[in-house]
């Protein structure tokens, strides 16, 4: 099983940047589709962002198209999630998930139960 870590978040002004990344170990992350979820105070975990094993295909939730972008670097058995134009509705506890699939699958993968492994999140804070 894949452990995963992620790491990156902090306290940011609105209109600034974040870039988070998910360091994955035990085995290879290109063996996994990836994705980033949030949780805010309060409220239920949601999907943000996904990407299929070979970076091909990537997915977003409405309110962050545009402004964020997930990529993958294989070699480093990495993940990020480049935030920009953050806004005081992105804070949240951001995770990072992994669930094995095709290599050319286009499938996004947007519920929480799809995903096998998670980390323990990184809190990202947006002040207005």
């Known amino acids: 099983q894949v452990q995963l870590v992620e790491s990156g978040g902090g306290l940011v002004q609105a209109g600034g940047s974040l870039r988070l990344s998910c360091a994955a170990s035990?085995?290879?992350?290109?063996?996994?589709?990836m994705g980033w979820f949030r949780q805010a105070p309060g409220k239920e975990r949601e999907f943000v962002a996904s990407?299929?094993?070979?970076?091909?295909?990537?997915f977003y939730t409405d309110s962050v198209k545009g402004r964020f972008t997930i990529s993958r670097d294989n070699s480093k058995n990495t993940v990020y999630l480049q935030m920009n134009s953050l806004e005081p509705e992105d804070t949240a506890v951001y995770y990072c998930?992994?669930?094995?699939?095709?290599?050319?699958?286009?499938?996004?993968?947007?519920?929480?139960?799809?995903?096998?492994?998670w980390g323990q999140g990184t809190q990202v804070t947006v002040s207005s």
């Open positions: 998930a992994a669930r094995e699939s095709s290599l050319y699958s286009r499938t996004a993968y947007y519920a929480e139960s799809e995903y096998g492994a």
């Open positions: 035990g085995r290879t992350v290109s063996s996994y589709h």
């Open positions: 990407i299929n094993r070979n970076g091909g295909s990537t």
